[in-house]
């Protein structure tokens, strides 16, 4: 008899977990948002480094971190700062995640701190923004944000807050106990854990107590969790065929 998957659905993070650390992007990300915290609050040039990990240490990112000391920045202005000159030529097509993607039957979601549009231009730049049906980005996770009458009114919520683990969940409409989650932050995975989802955590060589797996690259999934390829639950077929299945998952991340 057939072994059935564990999963039903598989939440994967975005930035240095569908594409490496290495490729330069995220040392890119850094120096914008030191030139933001110059050019756009003032801070000198030479404490906007500190600045920077001490507000992504506490408040998650320094967009929280300055709406929260009562820096009246924009999000959408800051994203487009911070994201909007990055080099996305770094990031390369992925021929091989996007196979294993494409045989992967479960529902697949990407769960990111960053901004919708900044999601977009990555995944297609890996070339697999079809492999899923949802993104759960910034915006999910702060529709009200510009309800804030005082930019410190109403947090920012990110991950590795139990808030943005639940809005997740939410918006994804899966069962917690049945969904592998993703992501190469150790505090996101405890999270992830602390809500009661399987957890992946990816880049790495060594595992952490709430990491149920571990992978140094997220392609190694193939041979870390086979379960994901078991077959289905009887009860739980696929219906739907792989036209329909790229139907999906082109509306509904384009929408
Ligand atoms: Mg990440």
Excluded at 224 to 237: G, L, M, N, S
């Amino acid at each position: 008899m057939d072994s059935c998957s564990p999963f039903d659905s598989i939440i994967f993070d975005l930035d240095d977990t569908l594409y490496s650390s290495k490729t330069g992007i995220g040392q890119s990300l850094k120096k914008n948002i030191d030139d933001f915290l110059v050019e756009k609050c003032g801070f000198p040039v030479s404490k906007a480094s500190a600045l920077r990990v001490e507000l992504f240490k506490t408040y998650g990112s320094s967009l929280a971190g300055l709406r929260a000391m009562g820096y009246d920045v924009d999000a959408d202005d800051y994203h487009s700062y911070v994201h909007g000159r990055l080099p996305y030529d770094l990031i390369k097509p992925d021929a091989q995640l996007r196979s294993i993607l494409h045989s992967i039957n479960q529902r697949k979601i990407i769960f990111t701190n960053s901004d919708r549009i900044h999601a977009m231009k990555a995944l297609e730049r890996l070339g697999v923004k079809d492999c899923f049906e949802q993104i759960i980005c910034f915006e999910t996770m702060n529709f009200n944000l510009s309800k804030a009458t005082r930019p410190e009114e109403i947090p920012v919520i990110l991950k590795p807050s139990l808030e943005a683990m639940n809005i997740a969940i939410e918006a994804a409409q899966v069962d917690p106990c049945r969904t592998l989650f993703l992501d190469d932050n150790v505090k996101n995975i405890a999270a992830g854990k602390a809500v009661g989802l399987p957890t992946v955590l990816v880049g790495r060589a060594t595992k952490t107590k709430e990491a149920d797996y571990t992978l140094e690259m997220v392609t190694d999934l193939v041979q870390v969790v086979p379960a994901i390829w078991f077959k289905e639950e009887k009860d739980k077929k696929i219906t739907r065929t792989r036209s329909e299945m790229d139907f999906v998952a082109t509306t509904a991340v384009g929408a």
